[in-house]
């Protein structure tokens, strides 16, 4: 992979990878740390891939794996401080951003593929390597904790 | 509404210009593209063609490897060793080793191998320093009974995996026939069982006993958390998934108690999560759970795992009870072992 085409892919995917591994990890500083790896792994790879919708894919199905390398990291502090999280003044928006801080990272990966990128049960489940019925549970459970916390229907 | 918001808290979620700069820069100091060396790829296809006869022995781990990853075939070092025991072939397929990371294809074939095969935590990258490794399963071959897993181990301190050295991966068991059942409900009334039980306290357990989770936080709680009373373990109530049995269920200390039985939780990794289900729909999910071991008549070990809730009798009542269950139906236990060369590329 040639930097030039590293750059193209930074300039075309890199908000959606930093907004997948934010999704993730709710924090600034982890996110720059998983965009720098995922687009490090895609240039020393250099994968080969049949459409763009297949780069995408692979795009984000390293930055879960990244994330979730993260999360199982001996190192990773588990508290984030202040500075380090996108601040909402929108009273939804806040509660919706302290109701996505209380759901499990898993939950969090696919509420954001579904609610943002717009995939549905099925293609979340193969960029995810899950089963669709693992899916479509996570999903069901992340809303009704969404439910609980924002007590309102999604 | 939620979908909405969501859509637009992530707008103004980006990158910063100073990161991807930094990241591109860093592009430009690795390594070059290994597909572009050809010093490296004249050497791999030189050790394809020059290990015919193994190769021949080896064939499904290396066509896996070519299939789910074209590019990482062409750029890992061919190692195609391989090892059998207990009727399964263990082979490393390629390797590659960059800075303080090394990076395995291991291939098993044999007939208790399947698409769900779990190394379950038995294998071992042998290295005379600190490192820190995962497999995952990246492919599996229905036609040859092959799975693929890429294993990585890095170093613990950042340094560099020194070239020239070698590299042993041994693997000790593994399973297969591991099936997830969901959001299961389960076949059975809680409210037949909003008596109370009979209890054995943690210090009569002969064997291990350990909690995890609580969400309680008063000084009768920490104190319930460090010595919670469990159910004596009865024959099964029900089976909501082969190998994992309801083994007692109950009041004990005001609190409502479900006890599954795991079997050898050591030998099929069988596990579940228990919640239950109010009149309303909602989850009530279990304040704490807690565990030990025992042993059966026949001196077999049993793995029991007890789900606690907070809820009064008269709720109970319209509850269900519902779980999330992992089992596995096969262990294969063998001793799979291959050294390799570790040269960086």
């Known amino acids: 992979m040639s930097p030039a085409d590293t750059a193209g892919a930074v300039e075309r995917y890199g908000a959606m990878v930093y907004r997948m591994a934010y999704a993730q990890t709710r924090s600034r500083h982890d996110a720059d740390d998983i965009f720098q790896e995922v687009f490090l792994r895609y240039h020393r790879a250099a994968p080969s891939f049949e459409s763009e919708e297949h780069r995408k894919a692979w795009l984000l199905r390293v930055t879960v794996n990244c994330a979730r390398s993260l999360f199982t990291a001996p190192w990773r502090q588990r508290s984030v401080p202040l500075e380090d999280v996108y601040a909402y003044t929108d009273p939804a928006e806040s509660a919706v951003d302290t109701a996505l801080a209380q759901l499990p990272e898993k939950y969090r990966a696919v509420v954001h593929l579904y609610y943002y990128e717009g995939y549905g049960t099925e293609e979340i489940a193969g960029i995810l390597n899950r089963r669709p019925s693992t899916i479509r549970a996570q999903l069901t459970r992340a809303r009704q904790k969404l439910k609980e916390l924002l007590k309102e229907e999604l | ?345």
């Open chain 2, 1 to 345: 509404m939620f979908s909405e918001t969501y859509r637009r808290m992530n707008a103004p979620i980006s990158p910063s210009p100073a990161l991807s700069a930094e990241t591109l820069s860093k592009t430009r100091c690795a390594p070059r593209p290994r597909l572009l060396r050809p010093a490296v790829l004249a050497a791999v296809l030189a050790l394809c063609l020059a290990a015919p006869a193994l190769a021949a022995q080896t064939e499904a781990g290396y066509q896996a490897l070519y299939r789910i990853a074209p590019a990482a075939a062409q750029f890992f070092q061919p190692v195609r060793r391989s090892c059998t025991d207990s009727g399964v072939t263990m082979e490393v397929v390629a390797v590659q080793v960059e800075g303080d990371t090394a990076q395995a294809y291991i291939a098993l074939t044999g007939d208790t191998v399947d698409e769900t095969c779990d190394l379950f935590d038995s294998y071992n990258f042998h290295l005379p320093f600190d490192q820190i490794g995962h497999c995952e399963l990246v492919d599996y071959d229905a036609a040859t009974h092959t799975a693929v897993f890429l294993c990585t181990t890095k170093t613990m301190d950042g340094k560099p995996i020194p070239a020239g050295g070698k590299m042993t991966f041994s693997l000790g068991c593994f399973l297969s026939g591991r099936e997830a059942a969901e959001d299961q409900t389960v076949d059975i009334v809680p409210a037949d069982y909003a008596a109370e039980a009979e209890a054995v306290s943690a210090e009569e357990l002969s064997s291990a006993y350990w909690r995890s989770g609580g969400s309680y936080s008063d000084d009768t709680a920490k104190s319930l958390l460090d010595a919670s009373p469990m159910l004596r373990p009865g024959g099964p109530i029900a089976v909501p998934a082969e190998g994992l049995s309801i083994a007692a269920m109950g009041y004990a200390g005001g609190l409502f108690h479900v006890q599954v039985c795991r079997g050898d939780a050591a030998q099929l990794d069988n596990h579940c999560w228990l919640w239950l289900v109010d009149e309303n729909g909602e989850r009530v999910e279990a304040l704490y759970s807690a565990g030990f071991s025992s042993s059966a008549e026949d001196g077999a070990r049993l793995d029991y795992d007890e789900y606690v809730f907070d809820i009064a009798p008269e709720v109970l009542a319209r509850c269900t009870l519902h779980g999330d269950f992992y089992t596995s139906s096969t262990r294969t236990e063998g001793s799979w072992r291959i050294t390799f060369p570790l040269e960086n590329t």
